[in-house]
């Protein structure tokens, strides 16, 4: 067998122990990819209440619905993950697929910049604002919204093609990292995808927050729906131009896995890229063992448990505490800020923190720190747009401490070839869960009494109806707090993971169990999703609907 050529052995040393550099201008790509990904990912809650909830005035739990459903691409990180590990294009696994991504979501985003959307659902009023006291307008506005949700899932598809690629490369410079520091470039790109929802939310707040999407600015001063798409569009091509220039990644022939225990060798010595059939058969090696089965579990009930919502909540915001575009982005930008500092924190001086005592304080605080102006507000003791946190901090604070527990265990669990692969099945995991929770939220809330999807119902604002929507958020305060029951399921440190990935069992059993409970979710949501999509199954109450 021939030796491993110099060049390679020097480019292979050069790369140990060197994590991801964010001045590098060769890393550029990578920077640019997560920044843009967080502008977009921000965007797309104002968007959907602003266009489909205010705009085309459709009811929460199809908002609920429509938002599960665009996201349904991302629910295949999995294969995602693992075509870019075992599929390289001209000698390389990540790059290319990032191209590719960003390629598809630039081609959804013009395709939504170049529809126009039909004339507001409700009258407009003297002052700009809607008059929902009269008649609707144009009722037909309700019809055509499906097309706008197809544009967001090819967005979200691009999104879940560049990420496989870039998260795999961001795990790669993990693995080098060296011991006291691993994890900090993690936290530098969550940094930065902090930044870009922080950007996100500064232009709405001053960009699009005109009148006909629930802001408070003239609209002739304000973006329009398809002006916003349009702002979007141009940095997603500057993120496309960046990824074919400035991404650094060592070929095939000579990545850092040429360690000898390590990797399936070529005949010349080089590592082979492995085949297909050999991820799957890694694949199914990895959901075979308990501790990846009880990391998979946790991310899957968490995010059920956290993504369980009232769709009453969204109205409690916008009509009785008076929240807009404007000060809701400002609770947006509130909780970035505070999810940004403490990631940078975590850097600096938590990496080696029990990771389920991080989960369990930023859960309990949040959760107590949001009840107080939720009640207030749902009893009319003080309904204030500025003093209502709104739905923001209560969750991206908690998914902020989930991401990075999940970062940090996904370096520990994965290989040296599988980086793509365990991230995917991880991001696989946790967002299959989010629309199988948006499907069981417009079923369970459906079965309280008054209809919590039905602005009318908050504008006459009856005792009783208040009682609901107030069971309805403790209901909503209990699921969060059982997260904390499903702590033991993950580790608590590094150290405990690498003594569970190499004391504990493996089962078919487990991997079994883990396709069965994804598969069965999946159906159930698109059952739920396609079902709200048919006119004449949108009223019914098995979709979140008053009845037909």
């Known amino acids: 067998m021939d030796p491993v050529p110099k060049q390679v052995e020097n480019n292979a040393e050069a790369a140990k122990n060197v994590g ?3 001045r590098d201008a060769a890393n550029l790509g990578v920077m640019m990819h997560f920044f843009t990904e967080g502008v977009i990912v921000g965007s797309l809650p104002g968007v959907f209440t602003g266009f489909l909830l205010v705009y085309l005035s459709l009811p929460a739990n199809i908002v ?6 665009a996201k349904l691409p991302v629910t295949f990180s999995f294969f995602l993950g693992l075509v870019s590990d075992c599929t390289p294009i001209r000698g390389r696994h990540r790059q290319p697929y990032m191209i590719l991504g960003w390629g598809i979501t630039s081609s959804a ?22 008059d929902m006291m009269i008649p609707p307008c144009n009722p037909e506005a309700r019809t055509g919204y499906w097309r706008f949700v197809l544009g967001i899932a090819l967005i979200a598809l691009g999104l879940a093609v560049s990420t496989a690629g870039a998260s795999g490369l961001v795990i790669e410079y993990a693995k080098r990292e060296k011991d006291e520091v691993r994890g900090s470039g993690q936290m530098t790109i969550r940094i930065v995808f902090m930044l870009g929802t922080l950007c996100s939310s500064f232009l709405q707040g001053f960009g699009f927050n005109g ?4 802001g408070t600015f003239d609209q ?9 798409f349009v702002v979007i569009l141009l940095l997603a091509v500057l993120t496309f131009c960046l990824c074919c220039f400035r991404v650094h990644e060592l070929l095939a022939s000579e990545e850092f896995e040429l360690d000898l225990e390590s990797d399936v060798k070529s005949s010349d010595g080089l590592t082979a890229t492995v085949s297909l059939q050999e991820h799957f058969r890694n694949s199914w090696s990895l959901l075979s063992s308990k501790n990846f089965f009880c990391v998979a579990m946790f991310f899957f009930w968490e995010t059920c448990m956290a993504q369980v919502k009232s769709p009453a909540l969204t109205f409690v915001g916008q009509t009785w505490a008076g929240v807009r575009t404007l000060q809701s982005q400002v609770a947006n930008v509130l909780g970035i800020v505070m999810s940004a500092l403490a990631f940078w924190a975590a850097k600096k001086y938590f990496l080696h923190t029990d990771w389920r005592k991080i989960l369990a304080v930023t859960l309990v605080a949040t959760v107590v720190l949001d009840a107080i102006p939720q009640l207030l507000t749902i009893f009319n003791v003080v309904r204030n747009q500025y003093f209502y946190l709104g739905e923001h901090l209560p969750e991206v604070i908690p998914r902020a401490a989930a991401s990075l527990v999940q970062d940090l265990l996904v370096v520990e669990l994965a290989d040296e070839t599988n980086a793509g692969l365990v991230c995917g099945i991880i991001l696989s995991v946790s967002y299959m869960a989010d629309p199988f929770a948006k499907a069981v939220s417009v079923q369970v809330f459906s079965l309280f009494g008054s209809n919590l999807s039905n602005v009318m119902n908050f504008v006459e604002d009856s005792t009783a109806f208040r009682g609901e929507v107030a069971l309805s958020y403790l209901l909503d305060m209990a699921l969060n707090l059982s997260i904390l029951l499903l702590l033991p399921l993950i580790p608590r440190q590094r150290a405990d993971t690498q003594r569970r990935k190499s004391e504990w069992s493996r089962h078919m059993g487990y991997a079994i169990a883990t ?5 069965l979710a999946l159906l159930y949501a698109l059952l ?3 079902a709200a999509l048919v006119p004449d199954l949108a009223c019914s109450k098995f979709v979140g609907g008053p009845g037909c």
């Open 109 to 130: 985003l013009l395709f939504l910049a170049a529809m126009s959307p039909p004339a507001p659902y409700f009258c407009l009023g003297a002052d700009g604002a809607y």
């Open 64 to 69: 609920l619905t429509a938002f599960g459903l």
């Open 515 to 519: 396709v069965l409970l994804l598969t």
């Open 20 to 22: 991801l550099r964010a």
């Open 528 to 530: 739920v999703d396609f």
């Open 220 to 228: 002739a001063y304000q973006l329009s729906i398809q002006s916003y």
């Open 211 to 214: 009148k006909l999407y629930n």
